[in-house]
Protein backbone atom coordinates (compact mmCIF):
# COMPACT_ATOMS: atom_id res chain seq x y z
CA UNK A 1 0.00 0.00 0.00
CA UNK A 2 1.48 3.38 -1.28
CA UNK A 3 2.02 5.74 2.35
CA UNK A 4 -0.09 8.13 0.46
CA UNK A 5 -3.23 6.06 0.96
CA UNK A 6 -2.56 6.21 4.98
CA UNK A 7 -3.33 9.22 7.10
CA UNK A 8 -2.29 9.46 10.44
CA UNK A 9 -4.48 10.86 13.50
CA UNK A 10 -2.46 11.28 17.02
CA UNK A 11 -4.06 11.23 20.31
CA UNK A 12 -2.63 12.09 23.88
CA UNK A 13 -5.03 10.34 26.75
CA UNK A 14 -2.40 11.28 29.51
CA UNK A 15 -1.56 14.81 28.81
CA UNK A 16 -1.93 16.37 31.70
CA UNK A 17 -2.91 16.30 35.53
CA UNK A 18 -5.56 19.12 35.80
CA UNK A 19 -8.59 19.05 37.90
CA UNK A 20 -11.15 20.76 37.10
CA UNK A 21 -12.59 23.03 40.56
CA UNK A 22 -14.71 21.45 41.12
CA UNK A 23 -13.64 18.38 41.87
CA UNK A 24 -10.81 19.64 43.10
CA UNK A 25 -11.54 19.21 47.19
CA UNK A 26 -11.60 15.50 46.46
CA UNK A 27 -7.61 15.70 45.63
CA UNK A 28 -6.55 18.33 48.33
CA UNK A 29 -4.28 15.76 50.02
CA UNK A 30 -3.21 13.98 46.46
CA UNK A 31 -0.42 16.29 45.43
CA UNK A 32 1.87 13.67 45.07
CA UNK A 33 0.15 11.33 43.76
CA UNK A 34 -1.10 13.99 40.65
CA UNK A 35 2.40 14.94 40.08
CA UNK A 36 3.25 10.92 39.75
CA UNK A 37 2.82 8.71 36.86
CA UNK A 38 -0.66 8.14 38.16
CA UNK A 39 -1.52 10.98 37.39
CA UNK A 40 -0.45 11.96 33.94
CA UNK A 41 2.15 11.08 31.83
CA UNK A 42 5.05 13.17 31.56
CA UNK A 43 5.86 13.82 28.40
CA UNK A 44 3.69 12.31 25.97
CA UNK A 45 2.06 16.00 25.13
CA UNK A 46 5.11 17.29 24.05
CA UNK A 47 6.07 14.38 22.21
CA UNK A 48 2.58 14.02 20.54
CA UNK A 49 2.95 17.94 19.38
CA UNK A 50 6.32 17.09 17.95
CA UNK A 51 5.04 14.15 15.82
CA UNK A 52 1.90 16.41 15.06
CA UNK A 53 4.06 18.88 13.49
CA UNK A 54 6.53 16.31 11.93
CA UNK A 55 3.72 14.86 10.09
CA UNK A 56 0.77 17.16 9.55
CA UNK A 57 -1.50 15.06 11.60
CA UNK A 58 -4.06 16.47 13.73
CA UNK A 59 -3.55 15.49 17.15
CA UNK A 60 -6.56 15.03 20.23
CA UNK A 61 -5.26 15.80 23.82
CA UNK A 62 -6.61 15.84 27.08
CA UNK A 63 -4.82 17.16 30.09
CA UNK A 64 -7.86 16.33 32.67
CA UNK A 65 -6.17 14.16 34.98
CA UNK A 66 -6.93 10.29 34.46
CA UNK A 67 -7.37 10.44 38.30
CA UNK A 68 -10.36 12.13 37.66
CA UNK A 69 -11.53 9.77 34.97
CA UNK A 70 -9.43 7.59 33.05
CA UNK A 71 -9.99 8.29 29.08
CA UNK A 72 -7.89 5.34 27.77
CA UNK A 73 -10.66 2.78 29.36
CA UNK A 74 -13.63 1.74 28.25
CA UNK A 75 -17.11 2.63 29.88
CA UNK A 76 -17.45 -1.02 32.05
CA UNK A 77 -13.90 -0.48 33.06
CA UNK A 78 -13.86 -1.41 36.91
CA UNK A 79 -10.60 1.40 37.19
CA UNK A 80 -12.61 3.80 34.79
CA UNK A 81 -12.94 6.08 37.86
CA UNK A 82 -9.68 6.30 40.62
CA UNK A 83 -9.83 5.59 44.62
CA UNK A 84 -10.45 9.80 44.47
CA UNK A 85 -13.57 9.67 42.64
CA UNK A 86 -15.03 6.12 42.53
CA UNK A 87 -17.98 6.68 45.79
CA UNK A 88 -19.24 9.44 43.66
CA UNK A 89 -23.01 9.45 43.13
CA UNK A 90 -24.21 8.24 39.59
CA UNK A 91 -25.26 11.62 38.46
CA UNK A 92 -22.20 13.53 39.01
CA UNK A 93 -20.53 10.29 37.07
CA UNK A 94 -22.46 10.92 34.25
CA UNK A 95 -21.67 14.72 34.38
CA UNK A 96 -17.70 13.43 34.57
CA UNK A 97 -18.33 11.34 31.38
CA UNK A 98 -20.23 13.96 29.78
CA UNK A 99 -18.02 16.68 30.14
CA UNK A 100 -14.54 14.78 30.89
CA UNK A 101 -14.57 11.33 28.95
CA UNK A 102 -16.78 10.99 26.03
CA UNK A 103 -15.71 14.94 24.33
CA UNK A 104 -12.15 13.39 24.16
CA UNK A 105 -12.85 9.69 22.47
CA UNK A 106 -15.52 11.23 20.00
CA UNK A 107 -13.28 13.77 18.69
CA UNK A 108 -10.57 10.93 18.26
CA UNK A 109 -13.38 9.05 16.45
CA UNK A 110 -14.29 11.86 14.40
CA UNK A 111 -10.71 12.56 13.58
CA UNK A 112 -10.44 8.87 12.55
CA UNK A 113 -13.91 8.75 10.54
CA UNK A 114 -12.56 12.26 8.90
CA UNK A 115 -9.20 10.63 8.03
CA UNK A 116 -10.81 7.75 5.87
CA UNK A 117 -13.38 9.83 4.20
CA UNK A 118 -10.55 10.87 2.14
CA UNK A 119 -7.84 8.28 2.39
CA UNK A 120 -7.82 4.34 2.08
CA UNK A 121 -6.30 3.60 5.61
CA UNK A 122 -6.42 5.44 8.88
CA UNK A 123 -3.25 5.15 12.07
CA UNK A 124 -4.11 6.38 15.05
CA UNK A 125 -1.15 6.74 17.26
CA UNK A 126 -1.80 7.29 20.85
CA UNK A 127 0.89 8.87 22.29
CA UNK A 128 1.88 7.55 26.16
CA UNK A 129 4.90 7.49 28.49
CA UNK A 130 4.98 4.60 31.16
CA UNK A 131 7.38 4.70 34.59
CA UNK A 132 10.60 3.38 34.43
CA UNK A 133 10.05 0.82 37.62
CA UNK A 134 6.57 -0.65 37.74
CA UNK A 135 6.34 -3.28 41.37
CA UNK A 136 9.81 -2.50 42.71
CA UNK A 137 11.50 -3.90 38.89
CA UNK A 138 13.03 -1.45 36.61
CA UNK A 139 11.52 -1.95 33.34
CA UNK A 140 13.67 -3.13 30.33
CA UNK A 141 11.87 -1.32 27.33
CA UNK A 142 12.69 2.14 26.69
CA UNK A 143 10.32 2.23 23.60
CA UNK A 144 7.14 -0.05 23.21
CA UNK A 145 4.93 -0.53 20.08
CA UNK A 146 1.62 -1.61 21.01
CA UNK A 147 -0.64 -3.35 18.82
CA UNK A 148 -2.95 -6.08 18.51
CA UNK A 149 -1.02 -9.07 16.74
CA UNK A 150 -4.63 -10.52 14.71
CA UNK A 151 -4.70 -7.71 12.94
CA UNK A 152 -3.09 -7.83 9.71
CA UNK A 153 -2.93 -3.85 8.46
CA UNK A 154 -2.29 -3.09 11.82
CA UNK A 155 0.95 -5.60 12.45
CA UNK A 156 1.84 -4.53 9.20
CA UNK A 157 2.12 -0.56 10.88
CA UNK A 158 3.55 -1.33 13.84
CA UNK A 159 6.56 -3.26 12.64
CA UNK A 160 7.28 -0.61 10.34
CA UNK A 161 7.28 1.96 13.49
CA UNK A 162 9.52 -0.34 15.27
CA UNK A 163 11.52 -1.20 12.91
CA UNK A 164 12.14 2.36 12.10
CA UNK A 165 12.25 3.40 15.77
CA UNK A 166 15.44 0.65 15.94
CA UNK A 167 17.20 2.32 12.70
CA UNK A 168 16.58 5.36 14.32
CA UNK A 169 17.99 4.45 17.18
CA UNK A 170 20.06 1.57 17.18
CA UNK A 171 21.52 1.81 21.05
CA UNK A 172 17.90 1.55 22.59
CA UNK A 173 15.58 -1.25 23.56
CA UNK A 174 12.60 -1.06 21.08
CA UNK A 175 10.09 -3.73 21.93
CA UNK A 176 6.58 -4.79 19.86
CA UNK A 177 3.76 -5.55 22.87
CA UNK A 178 5.60 -4.27 26.08
CA UNK A 179 5.81 -2.89 28.49
CA UNK A 180 1.96 -3.78 27.63
CA UNK A 181 -0.32 -5.69 25.29
CA UNK A 182 -1.11 -3.81 22.96
CA UNK A 183 -4.69 -5.81 22.83
CA UNK A 184 -5.72 -5.06 26.09
CA UNK A 185 -8.45 -2.28 27.20
CA UNK A 186 -7.76 0.75 25.81
CA UNK A 187 -9.45 3.48 22.87
CA UNK A 188 -7.78 1.90 20.53
CA UNK A 189 -9.51 -1.33 21.22
CA UNK A 190 -12.82 0.36 21.19
CA UNK A 191 -12.48 1.94 17.57
CA UNK A 192 -11.00 -1.53 16.35
CA UNK A 193 -14.70 -1.99 17.15
CA UNK A 194 -16.15 0.53 15.24
CA UNK A 195 -13.58 0.63 12.19
CA UNK A 196 -12.28 -2.45 9.84
CA UNK A 197 -9.42 -4.12 10.53
CA UNK A 198 -8.23 -3.18 6.36
CA UNK A 199 -8.74 0.17 7.35
CA UNK A 200 -7.99 0.96 10.45
CA UNK A 201 -4.71 0.51 12.51
CA UNK A 202 -4.92 1.24 16.56
CA UNK A 203 -1.17 1.51 17.16
CA UNK A 204 0.01 2.83 20.96
CA UNK A 205 3.58 4.58 21.06
CA UNK A 206 4.96 3.96 25.01
CA UNK A 207 7.78 5.93 26.09
CA UNK A 208 10.07 5.02 29.28
CA UNK A 209 9.88 8.08 31.35
CA UNK A 210 13.06 7.81 32.09
CA UNK A 211 14.34 9.05 28.77
CA UNK A 212 11.68 11.89 29.29
CA UNK A 213 13.59 13.10 32.22
CA UNK A 214 17.46 12.77 30.27
CA UNK A 215 19.39 15.44 28.78
CA UNK A 216 18.96 14.36 25.23
CA UNK A 217 15.04 14.36 25.78
CA UNK A 218 14.39 16.92 23.41
CA UNK A 219 16.87 15.46 20.51
CA UNK A 220 14.76 12.18 21.05
CA UNK A 221 11.71 13.81 20.49
CA UNK A 222 12.46 14.78 17.02
CA UNK A 223 14.11 11.20 16.39
CA UNK A 224 10.93 9.73 17.55
CA UNK A 225 8.74 11.80 15.24
CA UNK A 226 10.99 11.37 12.38
CA UNK A 227 10.69 7.51 12.73
CA UNK A 228 6.60 7.77 12.73
CA UNK A 229 6.92 10.66 10.04
CA UNK A 230 9.16 7.60 7.98
CA UNK A 231 7.22 4.86 8.79
CA UNK A 232 3.65 6.01 8.21
CA UNK A 233 3.48 8.73 5.71
CA UNK A 234 6.78 8.34 4.39
Known sequence: MARA???????????????????R???????????????WDPGALDLARTIARATHAPLTATTTSRLLVECNRSIDHPRLFSEFTRGLGVREKRHILKVHYHPH??????????????SRCAVQIGVHTFTPVWDG????TDIGVLYDPRRAFET?????????????????RIHRNRPYRGWTDGL??????????????GIELEVNQALVSGKDWRALEH????????????
Not at 25 to 39: E, I, K
Not at 110 to 118: F, I, M
Not at 137 to 140: Q, V
Open 5 to 23: DVALVLSCEHAGNAIPARY
Open 25 to 39: PLFRAAHDVLASHRG
Open 105 to 118: RGAVATAVRNALRT
Open 137 to 140: RRRA
Open 156 to 172: GVACALAGALQAALPRR
Open 188 to 201: TTTLRGTFPARRYA
Open 223 to 234: VIAGAVRDAVTG
